[in-house]
């Protein structure tokens, strides 16, 4: 759902552009899948209230390790 949430509409996807900006995000699309990622995250959780920013934050610290920066 968020994925599909942060993507911005197509012109045409049913010619082979399109179906590749489907499947692909670009940069910006990128940083709205992490904002949303972290809002959805910690719904009905302790950490619901916190500001988005500490939330981005705390997506951003599980991202990063993954690759070890």
């Known amino acids: 759902m968020v994925f599909g949430m942060s993507k911005q509409t197509v012109i045409n996807d049913n ?3 399109g179906q ?3 499947l ?3 940069f910006v ?3 709205e899948f992490i904002g949303r990622l972290a809002v959805v ?3 009905e959780t302790e950490m619901e209230d916190l500001p988005l920013s500490q939330k981005i934050a705390y997506i951003l610290d599980d991202l990063l390790a993954v690759i070890g920066a």
């Open 29 to 31: 699309e990128f940083l």
């Open 24 to 26: 692909r995000m670009t």
């Open 15 to 17: 010619d082979e552009k």
């Open 41 to 43: 995250k910690f719904l």
């Open 20 to 22: 590749a900006a489907l």
